[in-house]
Nanobody, 114 residues
Framework: QVQLVESGGGLVQEGGSLRLSCVAS????????AGWFRQTPGKQREWIAS???????TYSDSVKGRFTASRDNAKNTIYLQMTGLLPDDTAVYYCRTWGDFDAWGQGTQVTVSS
């Protein structure tokens, strides 16, 4: 079973940047979708970005223009470059792949201070 492991979270000041990585323990099929979600206490997990194996991306309105999702198929890795971070971006961030199989990462905490 393929597992996903995120890294790159941490504490950053408002306006700062972070890059999250999500490494798969096996091959992510080209037909699998991939993306990022986030969750804050007491709220449902929120989808924020998707990226196809060809690099096509879609974003939620809350992050569009500030976050960039990408995917390195050779490394079976998914990235989320986050810029212009705001306190409202504070959350646990999860990567996910879906299609032939569905897998979630364990989450990485991002905290943005004002």
């Amino acid at each position: 079973q393929v597992q996903l492991v995120e890294s790159g979270g941490g504490l950053v000041q408002e306006g700062g940047s972070l890059r999250l990585s999500c490494v798969a323990s096996g091959i992510i099929p080209s037909g699998n979708g991939a993306g990022w979600f986030r969750q804050t206490p007491g709220k449902q997990r929120e989808w924020i970005a998707s990226v196809t194996s060809r690099g096509s991306t879609t974003y939620s309105d809350s992050v569009k223009g500030r976050f960039t999702a990408s995917r390195d198929n050779a490394k079976n890795t998914i990235y989320l470059q986050m810029t212009g971070l705001l306190p409202d971006d504070t959350a646990v961030y999860y990567c996910r792949t879906w299609g032939d199989f569905d897998a979630w990462g364990q989450g990485t905490q991002v905290t943005v201070s004002s």
